[in-house]
């Protein structure tokens, strides 16, 4: 290492300090890679003027001699500092790390100066320019400063620092310059005050849309200006709005002006948005009517919907028309009934079509009780057609249920209302001996009006309902061999212990243990001989016409020992709870 030093003050490298004019050798940790630290320390009233550290290729003549010769070589080599401002008059120690072999060393030259002396005041003192207003920018502002001594424009961080106060609200702020390097001004700063102007900020309100006869409102406002990222939380008040609109004005554009807010860092400009009324909603609907076939047309009537302020159709313009199709007479069906001719000044209006229904009567059979009546009622008035629902009456799903019904039902019908996949038969075959009887039904493809059944529905039905069905008062019985199958259209007492009579009850033929009855649009079993016994216990075997092969059915008698059953003959899984009356072991027992 070459060191070259001029002036007053004192380089170290590593652990030796030199202070002597002149040059200098240096061996300390010189090898190639090695890290290399040294100090630069001005004597008192000097500065760093010059301080350059070079690679060398070769050193001639130096004095005293390096171990290399030649001349300066090329190439700096980077200077670190690790302690101190690095400001010029004052000590800073630096590290580099030496050239590969591939040079010869490097060369260090290091200039000390005298400061030069400055005054902040009186005539051909350190001046600083005006500085331009700036605006706040909700961060600290540092506007650059021109220090000027004399014409000489001096350099920042070479001949001084600045540092700022009060500079990040708006207001005024002060730049201090302090003198560091060539220039001393002693323990003197020179200040220039500042002004932070207020950002401009634009709090405009939001346009909103109202219905006519709503309270005046708004959407808030919008903010125009924030500088980093901030918003209305750093502003003071809160936002007021005055309108030009009242509460049930006419439709049209009214304005809204926001006030309010203030801040020490913004200047803000309220712009006022447009409140629009629109005209409210107005539903005109034409009122539902029905009649029976053969009724004249009723008087049509609207219904209003969407009037504010209590007003009525008084506010309208027009007359209001109704028109509908129907004529007495017509068939069943539905008819459109479409209303118009109306306007409004501050009311959208939409008409909404009602519905004229004419309909066939309606055919309750009730479960328990005498329906002839009512079903003779149908065929005599109301041409026999009629919606019939069979009321108190569930039929379960994947149990056998007996039906008879007072009208015809299709095989779709049938799906439709009972399910997918729902079994029908009725009876095709009756046999007894001294052992024993057999029933036997076989499939039937839809149900006939009076003709009693068996049903096996897919899905459990509750009071099924049939539409648009053509009532038949007859009664279809049927008898073969020493059996008829008879269905009800009301309800039919079966006598207790009467075994000429046979009733179904959870997939099973029974003859009454008690006195039962047998209900509404059902069916039971009179036989022209009573159930044969065998060692004193009846037997019946129920053939439905399925895959699975079936055996004989135990007789109620012995079926029944220890069961209860309900007065129409259905089985219960346990002693009820309800109170009522029912049997058990062909006695009638009240649970109380």
Same mark, same amino acid.
């Given at each position: 290492?070459?060191?070259?030093?001029?002036?007053?003050? =004192?380089? %170290?490298?590593?652990?030796?300090?030199?202070?002597?004019?002149?040059?200098?050798?240096?061996?300390?940790?010189?090898?190639?890679?090695?890290?290399?630290?040294?100090?630069?320390?001005?004597? @008192?009233?000097?500065?760093?003027?010059?301080?350059?550290?070079?690679?060398?290729?070769?050193?001639?003549?130096?004095?005293?001699?390096?171990?290399?010769?030649?001349?300066? !070589?090329?190439?700096?080599?980077?200077?670190?500092?690790?302690?101190?401002?690095?400001?010029?008059?004052?000590?800073?120690?630096?590290?580099?790390?030496?050239?590969?072999?591939?040079?010869?060393?490097?060369?260090?030259?290091?200039?000390?100066?005298?400061?030069?002396?400055?005054?902040? =005041?009186?005539?051909?003192?350190?001046?600083?320019?005006?500085?331009?207003?700036?605006?706040?920018?909700?961060?600290?502002? @540092?506007?650059?400063?021109?220090?000027?001594?004399?014409?000489?424009?001096?350099?920042?961080?070479?001949?001084?620092?600045?540092?700022?106060?009060?500079?990040?609200?708006?207001?005024?702020?002060?730049?201090?310059?302090?003198?560091?390097?060539?220039?001393?001004?002693?323990?003197?700063?020179?200040?220039?005050?500042?002004?932070?102007?207020?950002?401009?900020?634009?709090?405009?309100?939001?346009?909103?849309?109202?219905?006519?006869?709503?309270?005046?409102?708004?959407?808030?406002?919008?903010?125009?200006?924030?500088? #980093?990222?901030?918003?209305?939380?750093?502003?003071?008040?809160?936002?007021?709005?005055?309108?030009?609109? %009242?509460?049930?004005?006419?439709?049209?554009?009214?304005?809204?002006?926001?006030?309010?807010?203030? /801040?020490?860092?913004?200047?803000?400009?309220?712009?006022?948005?447009?409140?629009?009324?629109?005209?409210?909603?107005?539903?005109?609907?034409?009122? #539902?009517?029905?009649?029976?076939?053969?009724?004249?047309?009723?008087?049509?009537?609207?219904?209003?919907?969407? $009037?504010?302020?209590?007003?009525? &159709? /008084?506010?309208?313009?027009? $007359?209001?028309?109704?028109?509908?199709?129907?004529?007495?007479?017509?068939?069943?069906?539905?008819?459109?009934?479409?209303?118009?001719?109306?306007?409004?000044?501050?009311?959208?209006?939409?008409?909404? !079509?009602?519905?004229?229904? *004419?309909?066939?009567?309606?055919?309750?059979?009730?479960?328990?009780?005498?329906?002839?009546?009512?079903?003779?009622?149908?065929?005599?008035?109301?041409?026999?057609?009629?919606?019939?629902?069979?009321?108190?009456?569930?039929? @379960?799903?994947?149990? +056998?249920?007996?039906?008879?019904?007072?009208?015809?039902?299709?095989? &779709?019908?049938?799906?439709?209302?009972?399910?997918?996949? @729902?079994?029908?038969?009725?009876?095709?075959?009756?046999?007894?001996?001294?052992?024993? *009887?057999? *029933?036997?039904?076989?499939?039937?493809?839809?149900?006939?009006?009076?003709?009693?059944?068996?049903?096996?529905?897919?899905?459990?039905?509750?009071?099924?309902?049939?539409?648009?069905?053509?009532?038949?008062?007859?009664?279809?019985?049927?008898?073969?061999?020493?059996?008829?199958?008879?269905?009800?259209?009301?309800?039919? *007492?079966?006598?207790?212990?009467?075994?000429?009579?046979?009733?179904?009850?959870?997939?099973?033929?029974?003859?009454?243990?008690?006195?039962?009855?047998?209900? %509404?649009?059902?069916?039971?079993?009179?036989?022209?001989?009573?159930?044969?016994?065998?060692?004193?216990?009846?037997?019946?075997?129920?053939?439905?016409?399925?895959?699975?092969?079936?055996?004989?059915?135990?007789?109620?008698?012995?079926?029944?020992?220890?069961? +209860?059953?309900?007065?129409?003959?259905?089985?219960?899984?346990?002693?009820?709870?309800?109170?009522?009356?029912?049997?058990?072991?062909?006695?009638?027992?009240?649970?109380?």
């Amino acid at each position: 290492i070459r060191l070259v030093i001029t002036g007053s003050g =004192t380089v %170290t490298i590593g652990s030796t300090s030199y202070s002597t004019s002149g040059a200098h050798t240096v061996s300390t940790n010189t090898a190639a890679g090695a890290t290399v630290t040294m100090t630069v320390a001005p004597g @008192t009233g000097q500065y760093v003027d010059v301080l350059s550290v070079n690679k060398t290729v070769d050193i001639s003549s130096p004095s005293p001699a390096p171990s290399r010769r030649g001349g300066v !070589g090329s190439g700096n080599v980077t200077l670190t500092k690790t302690t101190g401002k690095g400001y010029a008059h004052e000590s800073n120690t630096y590290t580099f790390t030496m050239p590969s072999s591939d040079y010869s060393g490097v060369n260090i030259v290091v200039t000390f100066a005298a400061r030069t002396s400055v005054s902040t =005041t009186g005539e051909g003192a350190v001046t600083i320019d005006d500085i331009a207003n700036q605006t706040y920018t909700g961060l600290a502002v @540092t506007p650059e400063v021109t220090v000027k001594h004399g014409t000489d424009e001096l350099t920042a961080g070479d001949d001084y620092t600045v540092e700022y106060a009060n500079n990040t609200n708006a207001g005024n702020a002060t730049a201090t310059v302090s003198f560091i390097g060539k220039y001393d001004a002693g323990a003197s700063t020179l200040s220039k005050e500042f002004v932070i102007d207020k950002a401009p900020l634009t709090v405009t309100a939001k346009p909103k849309t109202i219905t006519y006869g709503d309270a005046p409102a708004n959407d808030g406002v919008e903010y125009a200006g924030f500088v #980093n990222s901030e918003n209305e939380s750093v502003l003071t008040g809160t936002v007021d709005y005055a309108y030009n609109y %009242t509460q049930f004005g006419n439709v049209g554009c009214y304005t809204i002006t926001p006030s309010g807010l203030t /801040s020490s860092n913004y200047n803000i400009t309220f712009t006022a948005g447009t409140l629009t009324v629109n005209k409210a909603p107005l539903t005109i609907t034409a009122d #539902n009517k029905s009649v029976t076939y053969g009724e004249a047309a009723p008087e049509y009537t609207v219904s209003y919907s969407g $009037f504010v302020n209590s007003e009525t &159709a /008084s506010v309208l313009g027009g $007359f209001l028309n109704t028109a509908c199709t129907y004529a007495q007479n017509d068939n069943v069906g539905t008819y459109d009934i479409t209303p118009s001719g109306f306007s409004a000044q501050n009311y959208t209006i939409t008409y909404v !079509g009602g519905t004229l229904t *004419v309909s066939l009567a309606s055919l309750t059979l009730a479960d328990n009780a005498d329906n002839n009546n009512a079903i003779n009622d149908v065929i005599s008035h109301y041409g026999s057609k009629a919606d019939v629902t069979l009321s108190g009456r569930t039929l @379960t799903a994947n149990n +056998w249920n007996t039906l008879c019904l007072p009208f015809d039902l299709s095989s &779709a019908q049938i799906a439709s209302i009972f399910g997918n996949g @729902t079994q029908v038969k009725t009876l095709s075959s009756y046999s007894s001996n001294t052992t024993k *009887v057999t *029933v036997s039904f076989a499939d039937a493809a839809t149900i006939e009006a009076g003709k009693p059944y068996i049903i096996k529905p897919t899905n459990t039905v509750e009071n099924p309902v049939f539409a648009d069905v053509t009532i038949d008062n007859k009664m279809n019985d049927v008898t073969v061999g020493g059996a008829t199958f008879k269905g009800t259209y009301g309800p039919v *007492v079966l006598t207790a212990n009467d075994k000429r009579r046979l009733f179904l009850a959870n997939n099973t033929l029974w003859y009454p243990t008690a006195e039962l009855t047998v209900r %509404t649009c059902r069916a039971y079993f009179e036989l022209t001989n009573e159930v044969p016994e065998t060692a004193g216990a009846p037997s019946i075997v129920i053939d439905y016409g399925e895959a699975t092969s079936l055996t004989p059915t135990p007789s109620p008698k012995g079926e029944g020992s220890g069961y +209860w059953f309900t007065l129409d003959g259905r089985k219960l899984d346990k002693k009820p709870t309800q109170k009522g009356m029912y049997v058990k072991n062909g006695r009638k027992v009240v649970v109380k």
